[in-house]
């Protein structure tokens, strides 16, 4: 069976096409600036060879966006199918799934309306995610259609971890609470470091760092997500790229008072130009705040050393919460390609067992990055690399509900 995986946001549309006979990407597409008054974009690699890089017209809307995305994979000359009849499924991104949806689900008119109705969560995903629901609907109305949400992993978590201590009617009202993000990459990461283990996932007590751009930790207990450090947004937690992450919420008000600013405009800039951009003035990508930090920026440093110390705080904080951990991983751009990161965020924690073997750590960094065990023989706590695939955890989710639906 053949998947398409759709991500849609609010201006873009980023689609692959994956042959679940040996997980094969075949294409890999981006179309950029739907609905923009200026020229679109649409990129289209095959077998990994760009086949299309096209700027030549506006693009409409998320339909058109659509129409584009099946004439290139079926185009004559360089597409790599022949009609749209051998895509089985579509496997749609969804962000915000709140506290109703906490699996991937065959889409229907109710799981759209669960989408609509969490717009307010995630007011520029889901309404996005819908958007691009609805446009491949219009376009492939007879393809069968999941929704993998972003949230769904962590809706195990307690409520003592989900909940924050503001009064309980807005929980009741307005459903505030901690819903926490990369659910996707959070349970395949797991669930694969548990396999990689040769281990029962039920006898394991883990903590996952996802750090990329955007970046969050969960503790997993037993296979189930127990806590994680993103929240009603993704703007909590560590701080990211361009996130500030946790911090007393009174600053807000105190800079929005002296800043002249009000809360929308104070938010982005926690969102856009926080972090490590806001606290290093370099950049929001790591590989650049490390190069200035190799250099002596100081306030690379900083941003570097906020951060380590951040992911080392979650540690700590979620093996106690769990009474202990087995196993600590790392993912994402970050935690799969710094090794300099991994070595500082493992030092001095031997006080919970966990020694990093430094030579292997150092064998595992980019481009020479593949699932491996980077803790000493005698560390109790065994630290891996496990790489995430998000896009293949959806593929996968589609294609067994819509294999289950079909029987
Ligand atoms: P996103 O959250 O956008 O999916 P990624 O998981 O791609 O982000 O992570 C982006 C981060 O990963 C950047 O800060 C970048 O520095 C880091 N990163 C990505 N690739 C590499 C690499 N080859 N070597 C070192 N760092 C990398």
Redesign the pocket.
Known sequence: MKILIVNAGSSSLKYQLVDMDGEKMLAKGLIERIGMPEYGHHECKIGGEKVLDWKDGRILSHVEACQMMLAALTDKEYGCIKDMSEIGAVGHRVLHGGSQITESVIITPEVEKVIEDNIPLGPLHNRANLQGIQACKAVMPDTPMVAVFDTAFHQTMPPKAYMYGVPYEYYEKLHVRRYGF?GTSHRFVSKRTAEFLGKDPKELKMIVC??????SLSAVNGGKCVDTSMGLTPLEGVI??TRSGVMDPAVLQFICNSEKIDINEMLNICNQKSG?VGISGV????????TAASEGNERAILARDMLIYGIKKYIGAYAAAMNGVDVIVFT???????CRLREDVMKDMDFMGAKLDVEKNNEL???H?HEAIISAPDSKVTICVIP?NEEIAIARDTKELVEAASK
Do not use: C, K, Q, Y
Request: aromatic content about 4%; charged content about 15%.
């Open positions: 990369h996802h750090l990329g751009n955007g970046s990211m790229g490590l950049s929001n990508d790591m590989r650049d705040v490390d994402a751009g970050i935690g799969e390609n710094n960094a980019w481009p990055v995430t």
